[in-house]
């Protein structure tokens, strides 16, 4: 009789079809293609689990009868449901579905692209960007509702480089302090000339979780750049020369637009930032910056 029971509650729990969880008229619980069954039987208890169903493996469910009488098993029972909760995953758990403040920390970025340079200088200053660095070292954001909508403010720090094609390499004037390019004569191997951003982030960003863990943001960026340096080296005659120059007059603030799209917390984003990196009469016009990279999502 305890087995036939047992296969009787095993039919209620794994049986039927319908939707991923659904509660009949009666007691029954209808899941379809859960994916872990787990059937327990003691002297006078049987407890069955069920870890995850159909794509989402953060629910756990448990179901317990117990109580014997002349060896058949009794209707007391009881039964649990919780949703583990997972970053990378849908919150499924009324308690998150809340309105809510959250901290956080995401979106480390690495990624490649192009820029425009006007005038004589187009020739010299390559049209290639790189970049690197943690959009939200600190984020605090607000979760609207269930869709799992959130509006963000962060802070974060970032590099970019830009670099000259040779015999070309940076200089700046020590009287006024601006930025230019000189071209160098003679035989020489081994060129180099990068010109270094750094930059505070502050990001304000719309982000929407998407079914099967797929997740859209977007918003806008407002870049404090620090400090920039140029760094230039060269070999001559078996010698090498270098030369690190900061202190530059870049702009102070910039603002970019960004938007990613992720699976699982990995993903691309595109960046663009339409202002030029110097003032006119500080340096060089380098504008309408736009790179294309990977993108990791965080905690």
């Known amino acids: 009789m305890k087995k036939f029971n047992l296969l009787l509650l095993s039919a209620m729990i794994i049986g039927g079809a319908g939707s991923a969880f659904a509660a009949s008229d009666g007691p029954t619980k209808v899941f379809r293609d859960p994916n872990k069954v787990t059937i327990t039987e003691n ?37 649990t449901q919780k949703f583990v909760n997972n970053p990378f995953k849908k919150d499924d758990d009324s308690t998150n579905l809340k309105p809510r403040f959250e901290l956080f920390f995401s979106d480390f970025y690495f990624g490649w692209g192009g820029n425009k340079v006007d005038g004589a200088n187009r020739d010299i200053i390559k049209n290639t960007v790189n970049e690197v660095g943690i959009l939200n070292v600190l984020g605090l954001g607000y979760k609207f509702n269930a869709n799992r909508s959130r509006l963000s403010l962060g802070l974060g720090f970032g590099w ?69 340096s140029y760094t230039n080296g060269y070999r001559e005659i078996k010698t090498d020369f270098n030369e690190n120059t900061r202190g530059l007059n870049q702009r102070k603030i910039t603002f970019d637009f960004i ?24 340096g060089p016009e380098i504008k309408n910056r736009w790179t294309l990279g990977v993108v990791v999502r965080g905690w």
């Open 259 to 282: 938007t990613m799209v992720t699976w699982h917390g990995f993903g691309a984003y595109f960046r663009y930032a339409p202002q030029s990196l110097f003032k006119n009469e500080w």
């Open 43 to 79: 002297d006078n208890e049987v407890v069955v689990n069920v870890d995850g169903y159909g794509k989402d493996d953060s629910m756990k469910y448990e179901y317990r009868i117990s109580g014997t009488q002349n060896g058949k098993l009794q209707t007391t029972k009881s039964e």
């Open 160 to 228: 970019s480089w830009y670099k000259l094609n040779n015999p070309y390499f940076w200089s700046r004037n020590n009287d006024t302090g601006v930025l230019g390019l000189e071209e160098k004569i003679g035989t020489f191997d081994k060129h180099r000339a990068s010109l270094t951003i750094r930059s505070l982030h502050v990001p304000f960003m719309f982000s929407q979780q998407l079914p099967q863990h797929w997740n859209v943001a977007l918003g806008a960026v407002m870049n404090w750049n620090l400090y920039a």
